[in-house]
């Protein structure tokens, strides 16, 4: 039999009650809950080794977000109709959790962690991934497992003006600002978004509401943890630890570190020396040294430079490459490099080099996102490449990791907010494959992408750069530093990551972790405000690259056009049994597609020629054109008869040229005056009111002969 479950209930604002509930679902986990919010139903799970792996030597914390389709009312579309490996979107879910949770856990806590959260119930306008953290949040609170705190995350939005938590699906199409945050009920952890250019402080307006919001589900989360009654944290096995062997690795290496940290070598130089120190080291220690002391001087070590780095920077304002903290590394970047992709770039900032290719294709190339909510196509795809030789590296080579769909993203909806509307034709495919990495290979990406569409002839009308930002402080005498283009090792040991995308003009992207407690928001606004001072030095730069997009695309690429037509001629352009349209894309070599929205048909036309495309356009557009009393056309003689001859003035349309208006002079007969194929001008003079058949005359084009009344007045 069930137990009684236990729960607590609160209000989101505007009436929208949420519920966390405990004790009825998944009962053998170490912690199990069920958040609700209209409809939407999420189960998340935990479960804890009591004992680290013999060796192991880091924190193992699996976070996965999956979403059933039953959850909808609907069966997958695979070929096997079951839920196969995690979408992209199930990722960038499960990374927003994970960079929020992994703070949580002691750093001497090296026990094998497992947070399950799953979709089980869906609802069309509530937006689970502002809950999903949350839920795994409730779900460590109700365990024993050793957290040191509890959070939440919510997603904030500007619509029309006003901020609103955790808005609906219909309120967030119409937002100009969309962020998720995490926060402790004192700290903030993770920020995640993007925005229509707005200003630094309007983010920090909207940190400052999303927090307060993040409190109360804090203390709605404490009040399910009294009532389950959990009073302790089950206790752990820490790691082993040797005073005497840590201050002996300090003693031989600390002063190395510091002169080999401040000699402002290159990246592989830097790490040469340092490895070659640390084999000292462990020489020095003896042939009777065991594994377990050697791989502990090792971590020692590690834990020496991370110090002794920091100090540096704090202390001396000295970075490894020799940089001022605000200091953007050397530039180079330009465009057009590669002759067959539709528009490329190869964009280096110090070590970091990416090189980015654009490509034009058709409406049939467009992407199906799909979540258990949502299917629906988009345009706009950016895929990044992240090899291992781009860090000098051997490995294996898979497909792409939950780093590089991360960072992918990030550049992606960055530079989505400047692409241009659905009216433009083309489906765009960016790559991004980083060639060299030291620190921000993601921000090279928004910045080579946003070269290569202005190269390939995107209209794409404000360049958007990215800077990656870091934070290092010292909490004994309050110092702190703020880094502009942290280099990797800078990201490694500092203690916030933020990266901020944009135009001159605004915020596009932000992404950030943060991982000390009590974060002034005044230094918050610091680093914001020399983050864009750092996307302004690096903008400059691009315009000095190419100051706007190429007027048209490059001759091997496509052609395309979109044509919007009223929905009552989509019949007539495909004809019957698609007779018109095959003929069309038969004789122009050109692709059609036609999709109806609306009230109106949209007719995309793509072409590998440039004659073929204005061919199809052209005859597209006679097909769906209302003959104008009184225009003048181009028309083909389709038949003779003894009274005149039949022609097509417009694609599908025909009218009667009579003969007495083919010249001023009177003719008798038709022989030999025109034949099947001829091409004249003439004019619509008129509609017969019975029959509808449209009269065309050409004469009335040709000068009249003196003397000679017009025997039509039209």
């Known amino acids: 039999m069930l137990s009684q479950p236990i729960s607590v209930t609160f209000d989101i604002g505007g009436g929208r009650e949420v519920s966390i509930e405990t004790g009825r679902l998944a009962r053998q986990a170490d912690g199990a809950v069920t958040v609700r919010q209209g409809n939407c139903i999420i189960l998340a799970t935990v479960v804890a080794n009591k004992?680290?792996?013999?060796?192991?030597s880091f924190f193992p914390l699996v976070v996965d977000y999956n979403e059933k389709f039953a959850s909808a009312g609907r069966i997958p579309g695979s070929f096997f109709k079951r839920e196969g490996r995690l979408s992209d979107y199930e990722v960038l879910i499960s990374r927003l959790i994970d960079r929020a949770l992994r703070p949580l856990f002691p750093e001497d806590y090296l026990c094998d962690v497992q947070v399950l959260i799953t979709l089980v119930s869906s609802d069309k306008e509530v937006m689970p991934d502002a809950l999903a953290c949350l839920a795994a949040s409730a779900a460590l609170a109700v365990s024993d497992i050793p957290i040191k705190e509890i959070i939440s995350e919510v997603r904030i939005a500007r619509i029309e003006g006003q901020y609103i938590v955790?808005?609906?699906?219909?309120?967030?199409?119409?937002?100009?600002?969309?962020?998720?945050?995490?926060?402790?009920e004192k700290n903030l952890m993770m920020v995640e978004g993007e925005g229509n250019e707005c200003a630094e402080e309007d983010l920090v307006k909207a940190l400052e509401i999303a927090h307060e919001a993040i409190r109360q589900q804090i203390k709605a989360q404490h009040e399910l943890r009294a009532k389950v009654g959990v009073a302790s944290k089950r206790d752990y096995t820490k790691p082993e630890q040797n005073p005497e062997l840590q201050q002996k690795v300090a003693d031989f290496a600390k002063d190395k570190i510091y002169q080999i940290s401040r000699s402002a070598s290159a990246k592989h130089a830097r790490s040469e020396a340092i490895d070659t120190l640390k084999d000292e080291l462990i020489a020095s220690l003896g042939e009777d040294a065991d594994d377990a002391v050697k791989k502990l001087a090792k971590k020692y070590y590690d834990d020496l430079q991370w110090e002794v780095v920091r100090n540096m920077i704090l202390d001396d304002r000295i970075r490894l490459d020799g940089r001022q903290l605000d200091q953007v590394r050397p530039l180079n970047m330009e465009i057009d490099i590669l002759p067959s992709p539709h528009g490329s770039a190869l964009f280096t900032r110090g070590e970091t080099q990416s090189l980015t290719t654009v490509t034009l294709g058709t409406p049939l190339d467009e992407l199906l996102v799909e979540s258990a909510a949502v299917s629906d196509y988009t345009k706009f795809i950016l895929h990044y490449n992240f090899p291992p030789f781009s860090t000098g590296e051997v490995k294996m080579m898979r497909a792409p990791g939950r780093r590089e769909v991360g960072h992918g993203n990030l550049a992606m909806r960055s530079l989505k907010k400047m692409m241009p509307g659905n009216e433009y034709p083309y489906t765009v495919r960016i790559v991004s494959d980083i060639l060299e990495s030291n620190g921000s290979s993601s921000m090279a990406t928004v910045c080579a992408g946003s070269l290569a569409l202005m190269d390939a002839g995107v209209p794409f009308p404000k360049h958007v750069s990215g800077v990656a930002m870091g934070l290092i402080t010292r909490g004994t005498d309050g110092k702190y530093a703020i880094l502009t283009d942290i280099l990797g090792d800078e990201d490694h040991l500092g203690d916030m990551d933020f990266k901020v995308t944009g135009t001159r003009d605004g915020i596009c992207g932000v992404q950030m972790d943060i991982k000390i407690d009590g974060l002034a928001m005044s230094t918050m606004r610091e680093a914001l405000e020399q983050a864009r001072k750092g996307r302004l030095h690096i903008l400059d730069a691009m315009y000095e690259c190419t100051a706007e997009a190429r007027t048209e695309v490059k001759p091997h690429a496509p052609r395309m056009e979109k044509l919007f037509i009223d929905k009552e001629f989509i019949g007539a352009v495909i004809g019957p049994q698609g007779k018109i349209i095959q003929e069309i894309q038969r004789e122009t070599g050109a692709t059609i597609n036609i999709e109806e929205v609306g009230n109106y048909g949209e007719v995309s036309i793509f072409s590998p020629a440039k004659e073929g495309l204005e061919k199809a356009v052209s005859w597209i557009k006679g097909i769906v054109a209302v003959p104008e009393i009184g225009s003048v056309y181009e028309a083909t003689v389709k038949?003779?008869?003894?009274f005149g001859a039949f022609v097509e003035f417009l694609p599908g349309k025909q009218g009667l040229l009579h003969i007495s208006e083919i010249s001023w002079k009177r003719l008798e007969t038709m022989e030999g005056v025109l034949k099947e194929g001829d091409v004249v001008k003439v004019k619509l003079i008129g509609v017969d009111s019975k029959t509808g058949k449209f009269k065309?005359?050409?004469?009335?084009?040709?000068?009249k002969?003196?003397?000679?009344?017009?025997?039509n007045p039209a």
């Open 166 to 184: 955790n808005p609906t699906r219909t309120e967030l199409a119409k937002a100009d600002m969309d962020f998720i945050i995490g926060a402790t």
């Open 51 to 56: 004992e680290p792996k013999e060796g192991q």
């Open 705 to 711: 002969p003196e003397g000679k009344r017009p025997e």
């Open 639 to 642: 038949g003779i008869k003894e």
């Open 696 to 703: 065309l005359s050409r004469k009335i084009l040709m000068p």
